[in-house]
């Protein structure tokens, strides 16, 4: 979309950040430290910004020697290309990962293979490295923030970066970003269109904007036409819907590594299936689910994969390489009476299973013909495969995919039993290639002038994934992008406001409202429903009476909004109801703040 002499701007800052994930608040970071004032957005509300980074385990790649680590990151991406810039400055990073916590963080990092001892939390490893047989790969290790991981350390540890820039930094959440602004002689992006409380914004950057909006983990048609799947189910954030990659398209930039994504499961690349709009179970290491009389199968009733399989983020051993299985639209694991047994054994002697919804989403059948119906798989090749599956185990070895001899029994006759599978997807690394700058390049490889790229919307990683990779990511082009965002350019424009936003950084409010003292019968309400987006009330009720009615924060417009909020809550208490007359000229402030005593009254009753 192009900025025009006619755009209507609402704010201006000097860098804009788009995405609060762990790229973007560290560019955001970098940038205020650079001397930028800086608007952060993120689409998710209080609570669930953070996106992957806050999901993930936590666990950045760090390395012991320069020139190793450079050829192992080389040797994982062969054969395929990555600039030779790109490549340096990546693993220069992550060289001097254990620096970056302690210079900027504050923080001596837990190195994996020199800090976990026996007994700890973390298991140690045999070899840190996901492909220890490369060259370089001894030189790779883990740095952690502290000794424990998938508990979003590492995201508390960029998130309060952010709060304590809070002068130079403003957060706004539940606020999505839906274009870049270019300006239409020169192609720089000069802002972006920001929707927030069902209202878009124009917000002006002077000197830089950093996409760093993760990926299109929650995009299914963006699966099916770079990853030729149907549809993949999220570990992480839900908000990642694959912006940042029609944003990039739209002001002409050239996609990389679009066809690369990264997986765990239950078994290789597969968890269970959840309700739409459910984050997938990532649960490792239960045996139960390929040890036995169990096996996966896929849409023709036929098995796909060896159960049992190491998996190197979701990659499994194939002719050489470690590719990711297919995903399949209707895979099952599929088990007899023997197997579901030992799940409600292991149930009775653990108290839960570890995934508990495991036994209610179980479905059986007194045949395999009835149970093929229910999976809706053919009958025949699923008698089959039962019977082919049987010999195997049978003979000790199982020749179509390898798996563990000791790990296949029998099927016996009886009742049978299946539990949906679905594909499922750590994070994707495909969106607009940057340089070793961070900068945004378009098709011809030429520099989009004020755009920056951070974190996995554009990851480096071409080919095979090493863990920790997508972290280090975050930190090293965080600070790279935010900085370089933030240096002022040449043609850095002025521009004036209509309508101007009133300043809000959600995050603190959020925090705020998180350290709300609450004496007995007040309750909080909330609401994002005002013309200036959030209204916090404390409400005290009391045997169905609303005894008093406080306004915690409120940002309506002086002179009519605001002088609602002053005068309506003494209504509100005087009416004990909030169906009350609205403010003349305030109706908006009025429902809204209705809205927010509605919702602290619910939580009383
Ligand atoms: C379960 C799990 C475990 C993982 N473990 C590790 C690990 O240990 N080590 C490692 O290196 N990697 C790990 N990864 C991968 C890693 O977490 C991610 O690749 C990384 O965190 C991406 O960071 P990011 O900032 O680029 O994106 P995210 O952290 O995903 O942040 C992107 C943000 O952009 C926001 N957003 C999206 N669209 C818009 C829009 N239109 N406008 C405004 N905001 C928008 C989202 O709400 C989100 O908050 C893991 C991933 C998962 C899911």
New binding site residues.
């Given amino acids: 979309m192009y900025a025009t002499k006619d755009t209507k701007w609402n704010a201006d800052y000097d860098v804009l950040v788009?995405?609060?994930?762990?790229?973007?608040g560290n560019a955001a970071r970098f940038a205020a430290d650079a001397g930028a004032h800086v608007l952060l957005?993120?689409?998710?509300p209080f609570g669930h910004?953070?996106?992957?980074?806050?999901?993930?385990?936590?666990?950045?790649?760090m390395a012991t020697d320069y020139a190793k680590i450079n050829k192992y990151f080389k040797r994982l991406a062969a054969p395929f290309q990555i600039p030779e810039k790109m490549m340096d400055v990546y693993t220069d990073g992550i060289y001097h990962m254990t620096d970056m916590f302690k210079e900027h963080f504050g923080i001596d990092a837990f190195v994996w293979s020199r800090d976990v001892k026996p007994g700890d939390i973390l298991d140690e490893k045999e070899h840190m490295a996901e492909y220890p047989e490369y060259e370089g790969s001894e030189a790779f290790d883990f740095a952690l923030v502290h000794n424990r991981?998938f508990d979003a350390e590492f995201w508390k540890t960029i998130r309060k970066t952010v709060l304590d820039r809070k002068e130079q930094i403003d957060v706004w959440l539940n606020?999505?970003?839906?274009h870049l602004l270019q300006d239409p002689e020169t192609g720089a992006v000069v802002g972006a269109v920001?929707n927030r409380n069902h209202k878009d914004y124009y917000i002006h950057a002077r000197n830089g904007v950093v996409l760093?909006?993760?990926?299109f983990e929650n995009n299914p048609v963006m699966q099916q036409n770079y990853l030729h799947i149907t549809k993949l189910t999220?570990?992480?954030?839900l908000?990642?819907?694959g912006?940042?990659v029609t944003m990039a398209e739209e002001v002409g930039a050239k996609l990389w590594h679009m066809s690369n994504y990264?997986s765990l499961g239950v078994v290789p690349s597969y968890t269970f299936q959840e309700e739409e709009g459910q984050r997938g179970r990532?649960i490792g290491h239960w045996k139960l689910l390929y040890n036995g009389s169990i096996f996966a199968i896929a849409d023709d009733g036929s098995r796909f994969m060896k159960e049992d399989a190491k998996f190197r983020h979701g990659h499994i051993y194939e002719h050489g390489d470690y590719l990711m299985p297919h995903a399949y639209d209707n895979a099952w694991l599929v088990f007899d009476q023997k197997q579901y047994d030992r799940f409600v054994a292991e149930k009775e002697q653990t108290g839960q299973l570890r995934y508990p919804k495991f036994l209610d989403k179980t479905i059986s059948a007194a045949s395999s013909q009835e149970l093929a119906e229910k999976m809706g798989v053919p009958a025949d090749k699923l008698a089959e495969t039962i019977k082919t599956f049987n010999a195997f185990a049978e003979s000790g070895r199982d020749a179509e995919f390898g798996r563990e001899a000791a790990g296949m029994e029998a099927f016996a006759s009886g009742q049978l039993y299946a539990i949906k599978l679905a594909p499922a997807v750590?994070?994707t690394q495909g969106g607009p290639e940057r340089n070793e700058k961070g900068e945004i390049l378009d098709a011809n490889d030429q520099v989009i002038p004020h755009l920056y790229g951070?974190?996995?919307?554009g990851?480096i990683c071409a080919n095979r994934y090493q863990?920790?990779?997508?972290?280090?990511e975050?930190l090293i082009f965080g600070k790279i992008s935010g900085t370089n965002a933030a240096s002022v350019k040449d043609d850095a424009q002025a521009v004036s406001l209509t309508k101007p936003v009133p300043a809000v950084n959600d995050l603190v409010d959020g925090e705020r409202m998180d350290n709300i003292e609450l004496g007995e019968n007040q309750y909080l309400g909330s609401t994002e429903a005002g013309i200036g987006g959030k209204i916090v009330v404390r409400v005290t009720y009391k045997d169905e009476k609303i005894e008093d009615v406080e306004v915690l924060e409120s940002h309506e417009t002086e002179g009519i909004g605001a002088v609602a909020i002053k005068e309506l809550p003494a209504k509100i208490v005087a009416a004990n109801s909030t169906e009350i007359d609205a403010v003349s000229g305030a109706s908006t402030t009025t429902r809204a703040l209705e809205e927010a005593v509605n919702k602290a009254i619910e939580q009383a009753k």
């Fill in positions: 788009l995405g609060f994930g762990g790229a973007g957005v993120d689409a998710a910004e953070g996106g992957n980074t806050r999901y993930s385990a936590q666990h950045v790649a991981d606020s999505r970003a839906s920001v760093a909006t993760g990926g999220p570990f992480g954030s908000y990642n819907r912006d940042g990264e990532q750590l994070n951070a974190g996995e919307l990851g863990g920790g990779g997508n972290l280090a975050c």
